[in-house]
Structure formats: C-alpha cells, structure tokens
C-alpha cells in the first residue's frame, strides 16, 4: 500500500503536485454539465477555466506556492521557480536557443510564471504575451517590471478569439498549452490569423509515441490502480478526493466506474496535470497535421525522457521516446514577402517603435 501510495506521488505534472492536484478534481466535480455517475464528462466551458486558473496559477504550487511559501517575494520565487523548471526540463535553453526570436516579433500564448517570457525577451523576441487569465497576466507583469525587461504587449485574452489585430506577428510560440484546449480548429485558426506572411507557429504537445503515455501512463499507472482497486473495496485503502493522489484516482474510477475509468482515451485526462484535471491530448505529427488544416508541418522533434514512477527522467532517449513533442508550422496561404516588401515592413516597424519611443 505504502508504494502504491509513493507510486501516484511521483506521478507528479507541469502545473500542479499530488497535493494540489486534489483541487483541481474539486473544481472538476463542481462543473454543471454531463455527468457520468457523478463526474464530469463534456469538457469545461472556458469561463470555468479561466476562473480556476485565477485561483490556482499553473506552477505555483510546485514550488510552494508565491503567497504560501514565498510570503509574496516575487523575485525569490521567481527565482526559485526557474531553477525548478529548468533543472526539470533542461531541454527548453536549448529549444529557444534555436527558435532564432532576436528582432522578431514573437506572441506567446498561455503564460504561466513567465519564465519561458522572460527566456524569450532575454534572446531579443520583441514579445508579447497572452494569457486566460488576469493571475497569470499580472505576476509576469511583475516578473518583467521587477527584471526591467522591455517587451511590446501583455494581455488578458483567450486563444478563440486572440486580442491582436491581423498579421502581427512573426512569430507564435506556445509550450503546454494548446493540449488543453478542447476547440482546437477555432485555435489554430485566431493562430494563423495573427501570423505575418512567412510567419511561424512553434508548439510543444504531449507526445503519443512516448513512454510515459505507452508505458507509464497506458501500463504502469493502470495496473497500479486496478490493483489498488480492490483494497479499496475492502477498506485498506481510502478513495477520497481529499486524501492524496492515489485516492483522488480512487474516487474518480469509484463514481466513474473502473472499467471506463481506465479506458486509455478517458484516463489520459486525468494523468498528465493531476486526477482532477478534466481534459488533456497526446500528439503525433499525423495529429497535429490533421488539426492544424490552416498550417503545414515543417519540423517535430522529441524531448525530455520522463515518464514517472519509472526512474528514466534525465535519461538518453528522449529525441524517441521524449514526453515533449516540438512541432513547427508555417501558415498555409500567406506567402513569404518579397525582399523589398520585407525591408519596407522592417522599416515601418522600426519607425513605429521609435515613434511610440519618442512618444512617451
């Protein structure tokens, strides 16, 4: 019991930690909408969203929380929540790295503490970013106030309907994000809207052909559950959404039933972002070719071997069997400006960044 216990803990995610992810299931039961024996089954609307991740900012807990254990300390916890993050995941330099931003203007969607904001502006990316909610939105604020980082816009918006004017952007960068977004097609077309001509879409998707989603995921996790299943049936182990992890899986497979419970295309949503988490996707090129009809895939490449409990994290292999699937895309039907065109655009923006200089 105690390692199936130690077992749901290390199956930690991006955003939240076993103890957090309790909330999330809370917020999940607490959807109006369909349900199934007690639990949601249609996706949250984005209202929902939107307030929950008001409350509960994507990262924050895994490292103890900004007013928690930071007592409001922006820049130590700031501090403390990159080190986390890319000692974690220390692909993403590397990634950016290559991204070539200096100079282009770059839209980030879907922020979380703005460490990847702040990554992006230090490599020259004239940056905007937005974000679902106004959480988020102000502690990057701070984030780029606090550092006396320059960047061009910081909204609060949705990406169904992105508050940006049409080909504004070089470049549109979004790592985590666009997995949980239910609507995907409405998505990818604000996407391809907002994208210059010769623009790019850079995206990171959780990937299908990884160990963690085959054998982590799809074998370890389940076969953890169906055994600890029946010791929950007999009082040896608690199914309470309050009571850790593992318990929290309990009580979803209890009022869900096991047997649908542990069907892979349900069980996905409740094990990369924690057993309450209502919606998430894995990917694969085909899959990202097949919903992004107003892009063209250029580029997908793997990283970062993880696939909790197994102890593979930080291993080689991750460019095969990496949890993170990196796809760029260029826009369908915006041609490429000409050389000359290009240097008149470049220009204009120079002068209109001057003009707002001066301005001001």
């Keep these: 019991m ?10 930690g995610s991006r955003c939240i930690n076993a103890h957090s992810g309790t909330l999330l299931f809370e917020y999940s039961r607490a959807l109006e909408g369909p349900r199934y024996n007690g639990l949601v089954v249609e996706l949250m609307d984005e ?3 939107q307030d929950f991740w008001q409350d509960h900012s994507c990262g924050d807990a895994l490292v103890g929380g900004l007013r928690d254990r930071f ?11 990159d080190k986390f993050r890319y000692d974690m995941e220390s692909h993403i330099p590397a990634c950016l790295d290559g991204l070539g931003v200096s100079g282009k203007r770059v ?9 990847d904001s702040e990554s992006l502006i230090r490599r020259g990316a004239r940056w905007s970013g937005v974000d679902l909610t106004g959480e988020s939105v102000e502690r990057v604020r701070t984030r780029l ?3 006396e980082l320059p960047f061009d816009d910081l909204k ?5 309907d992105l508050p940006f004017e049409d080909n504004s952007f070089d470049m549109v960068f979004s790592h985590g994000v666009l997995l949980v977004v239910p609507d995907i ?3 990818q077309k604000e996407i391809h809207r907002v994208l210059r001509p010769g ?8 990937a299908r052909w990884s160990l963690n989603y085959l054998v982590a995921i799809g074998l370890v996790r389940r076969a953890a559950l169906l055994a600890a299943f029946p010791l929950a049936k007999a009082g040896l182990l608690k199914a309470d959404p309050d009571g850790g992890m593992l318990a929290a899986h309990l009580d979803n497979a209890n009022k869900m039933g096991l047997g649908r419970y542990l069907r892979l295309k349900e069980f996905i949503h409740y094990n990369t972002d924690g057993p309450g988490n209502p919606y998430s996707s894995v990917w694969d090129r085909k899959r990202i070719e097949r919903e992004f009809p107003s892009f063209r895939v250029t580029r997908t490449y793997k990283r970062f071997m993880h696939a909790p409990p197994l102890p593979v994290h930080g291993l080689p292999g991750g460019n095969l069997m990496g949890w993170h699937l990196w796809a760029h895309l260029s826009p369908v039907g915006k041609a490429a400006p000409s050389a000359g065109s290009a240097a008149a655009q470049t220009a204009t923006s120079t002068d209109s960044a001057t003009a707002g200089l001066q301005a001001s």
């Design 2 to 11: 105690r390692r199936l216990r130690r077992h749901w803990q290390l199956a």
């Design 199 to 206: 623009g790019e879409l850079v995206i990171m998707m959780y």
């Design 156 to 160: 609060q918006g949705s990406v169904l």
């Design 71 to 81: 007592g409001g300390d922006y820049e130590k916890f700031f501090s403390d929540y």
């Design 145 to 147: 106030t606090l550092r």
């Design 185 to 187: 097609g409405q998505a």
């Design 47 to 49: 209202k929902t969203v």
């Design 107 to 115: 839209l980030e969607i879907g922020l979380g503490q703005g460490a």
